[in-house]
Nanobody
Framework: QVRLVESGGGLVRPGGSLRLSCAVS????????MEWYRQAPGKQRELVAI???????NYADSVKGRFTISGDNAKKTMYLQMNSVKPEDTAVYFC???????????????WGQGTQVTVSS
């Protein structure tokens, strides 16, 4: 069974840094794309960063130049390095992966359970 588990959330002061991790486990054949989303209270879930299997990345305008998405294939882990954080970055952060499990012919999307990030002094 495929699972995505986020970690690394917490309380950070404005201007500080935090690194989120998303560990993927299970019998995985290939990962097509991995993404980070966030959802603030009362708001819709929004795409923060995307990384394709080819290594291409893209970011929401609100985090460009501050956040960096990366991955470690050997560890099957994706990261989101958050620098110069702002109070408006406060949200639950979710990782998402579109992947094909071993023995499956279908690309399916999986979500993690989310990790809370709070930016406050």
């Amino acid at each position: 069974q495929v699972r995505l588990v986020e970690s690394g959330g917490g309380l950070v002061r404005p201007g500080g840094s935090l690194r989120l991790s998303c560990a993927v486990s299970g019998s995985i054949f290939t990962i097509n794309v991995m993404e980070w989303y966030r959802q603030a209270p009362g708001k819709q879930r929004e795409l923060v960063a995307i990384m394709t299997s080819g290594g291409s990345t893209n970011y929401a305008d609100s985090v460009k130049g501050r956040f960096t998405i990366s991955g470690d294939n050997a560890k099957k882990t994706m990261y989101l390095q958050m620098n110069s954080v702002k109070p408006e970055d406060t949200a639950v952060y979710f990782c998402y992966a579109a992947l094909k499990a071993i023995g499956s012919t279908t690309m399916i999307g999986y979500w993690g359970q989310g990790t809370q990030v709070t930016v406050s002094s």
